[in-house]
């Protein structure tokens, strides 16, 4: 079976400090993308990263950050330095043949 | 900067009326989706269209219909709206659907959200 599963329904934060979400993932499928989605309340959602199968090296996009257990099945978002923007939904992505979303962590970030 | 577009972000429609939710892209992308987003639910996949007049079933197509006249506008029609379809929906494109060139990931739209009553 292809799922995506987030298993923290609710996460909060210090400003500036730095929080780790969770996703894991399961396919049989060797080539495929793990993406995470920011959804700000009452806003678009916009892609924050993107992850490919076949590579070892986890992405980087400024204060974000992923950490790649392929083996493990794991896919886990780390935003450092965090601000009160960074206030959201955060949604995990898994495109395999068909696109399974997670249901999404609410991150709190306390002044 | 805009864009995937959504004509309304807000809707209030009654029971039994037909209602069209308008998404219209200007990225040039060959596909387009139609998701429904509840609490707890995550993302649920209406509909999705890889061509301009092909549109296939997604996981959760009952009460739903769309349309893809132009590559650029893809439109959910809801036949005989019920309470249970209050949701927000959400139009996301992408350039291509197969999984190798999907590295792009989606854009979203603003998102619509639809109250029955």
């Known amino acids: 079976a292809q799922t995506v599963t987030q298993s923290q329904p609710e996460m909060s934060v210090q400003e500036a400090e730095t929080v780790t979400l969770s996703c894991t993932y399961d396919?049989?499928?060797?080539?495929?993308?793990l993406f995470w989605y920011k959804q700000p309340p009452s806003r678009q959602m916009i892609l924050v990263i993107r992850q490919e199968a076949y590579k070892q090296q986890n992405a980087t996009e400024n204060r974000f950050s992923v950490n790649f257990q392929k083996a493990a099945k794991s896919f886990s978002l780390k935003i450092s330095d965090s601000q009160l923007g960074d206030a959201a939904m955060y949604f995990c992505?898994?495109?395999?043949?068909?696109?399974?979303f997670g249901p999404g962590t609410s991150l709190s970030v306390i002044p | 900067d805009v864009k995937v577009t959504q004509s309304s972000r807000y809707l209030v429609k009654r029971t039994g009326e037909k209602v069209f939710l308008e998404c219209v892209q200007d990225?040039?992308?060959?596909?387009m989706f139609w998701y429904r987003q509840d609490p707890g639910l995550g993302l649920r996949l209406i509909y999705f269209s890889y061509d301009v007049k092909m549109k296939e079933k997604g996981d959760i197509p009952e009460g739903y219909s769309v349309s893809r006249e132009k590559k650029e506008r893809f439109s959910l029609i809801l036949e005989s709206a019920s309470t249970n379809q209050t949701s927000m929906y959400l139009c996301?494109?992408?350039?291509?659907?197969?999984?190798?060139?999907?590295?792009?990931?989606?854009?979203f739209g603003s998102g619509t959200r639809l109250t029955v009553v």
């Open positions: 396919t049989s499928e060797s080539d495929y993308y």
């Open positions: 996301a494109s992408s350039f291509s659907f197969r999984r190798r060139d999907r590295g792009g990931g989606y854009t």
């Open positions: 990225m040039d992308h060959e596909n």
């Open positions: 992505e898994g495109s395999y043949d068909k696109v399974i």
